[in-house]
T-cell receptor, first 112, second 112 residues
């Protein structure tokens, strides 16, 4: 069974600080996605990474896919209260037959 | 208008009752999914469907059933609700490339 381990599970920081969320697995994924979920809403796709070593930037968010395609990280620079939410990573692989494997999520709180 | 809609948004019911959650989409995607979300457990897949004639069990299908009435409609039923089915339920659709998911707003179900 493929698993994705996210860390940390909870993160509470002050506005302006930097942070990194990790998503790790012992399995190889063909692609990995990051979602953000706000209270009372469904997750929203932020980015998909598909190539080992790939780095994608979305304003203050930087996403990286590990060289071996087994892990990924999300780095937020100068966090703002609007970044508060649940961040989920999800992996897809050919042997999952069109399903995604989700990590447990990282609950981020950015205080003003 | 939202691309993926779910009804109802909130439901409180009693143990033993039959409940149906409905999902409709206007994205034109063939793939549809039902997930449940519990704190600290991320998103767990209940059932998924790749077209009207294709229904597949996910990792936690016991106690649930589904119906794919049309490409745009996918409903989830709890035949006899029990308290540990209290959770947030999300419907999602996907295109085939990278299996990126587009989620509905969720249904908060409470079974007393």
């Amino acid at each position: 069974t493929q698993l994705l381990e996210q860390s940390p599970q909870f993160l509470s920081i002050q506005e302006g600080e930097n942070l990194t969320v990790y998503c790790n697995s012992s399995s190889v994924f063909s692609s990995l996605q990051w979602y953000r979920q706000e209270p009372g809403e469904g997750p929203v796709l932020l980015v998909t990474v598909v190539t080992g070593g790939e780095v994608k930037k979305l304003k203050r968010l930087t996403f990286q896919f590990g060289d071996a395609r087994k892990d990924s990280s999300l780095h937020i620079t100068a966090a703002q209260p609007g970044d508060t939410g649940l961040y989920l990573c999800a992996g897809a692989s050919r042997n999952q037959g069109g399903k995604l494997i989700f990590g447990q999520g990282t609950e981020l709180s950015v205080k003003p | 208008d939202a691309d993926v809609t779910q009804t109802p948004r909130n439901r409180i019911t009693k143990t033993g009752k039959r409940i149906m959650l409905e999902c409709s989409q206007t994205k034109g995607h063939d793939r549809m999914y039902w997930y449940r979300q519990d704190p600290g457990l991320g998103l767990r897949l209940i059932y998924y469907s790749f077209d009207v004639k294709d229904i597949n069990k996910g990792e936690i299908s016991d106690g649930y059933s589904v119906s794919r009435q049309a490409q745009a409609k996918f409903s989830l039923s709890l035949e006899s609700a029990i308290p540990n089915q209290t959770a947030l339920y999300f419907c999602a659709t996907s295109n085939s490339r990278y299996n990126e998911q587009f989620f509905g707003p969720g249904t908060r179900l409470t079974v007393l």
